[in-house]
Nanobody, 119 residues
Framework: QVQLVQSGGGLVQTGGSLRLSCVSS????????MGWYRQAPGKQRELVAQ???????NYANSVKGRFTIARDNANNTVSLQMNSLRPEDTAVYYC?????????????WGQGTQVTVSS
């Protein structure tokens, strides 16, 4: 099972941007789907974005047009570019490996990184 190590995140004002990265300890070529989840205090973890091995993507309605997921198979990295951030985007963000695009199932998790958007 691969290990996922996240970086990025932090504190930003409303309307600002942040970029999250997730590096796998092994090749992600064998991983069908990579995804990003988030969990706000007192709420369930929700799926934010997914990207398949071929580059097909899936986004939660709440982030469409603002967040972009990208995958670099050569460097075993998946990233999440977050623009036009809102206070409601505040959460701990997790990268994950997943079996299928469109399926809300995670097989392994990164360690999580805090994103805080101030109003």
């Amino acid at each position: 099972q691969v290990q996922l190590v996240q970086s990025g995140g932090g504190l930003v004002q409303t309307g600002g941007s942040l970029r999250l990265s997730c590096v796998s300890s092994g090749s992600i070529l064998s991983i069908n789907v990579m995804g990003w989840y988030r969990q706000a205090p007192g709420k369930q973890r929700e799926l934010v974005a997914q990207i398949s091995r071929s580059g097909s993507t899936n986004y939660a309605n709440s982030v469409k047009g603002r967040f972009t997921i990208a995958r670099d198979n050569a460097n075993n990295t998946v990233s999440l570019q977050m623009n036009s951030l809102r206070p409601e985007d505040t959460a701990v963000y997790y990268c994950a490996t997943q079996p299928l695009l469109g399926l809300n199932v995670a097989l392994s998790w990164g360690q999580g990184t805090q994103v805080t958007v101030s109003s």
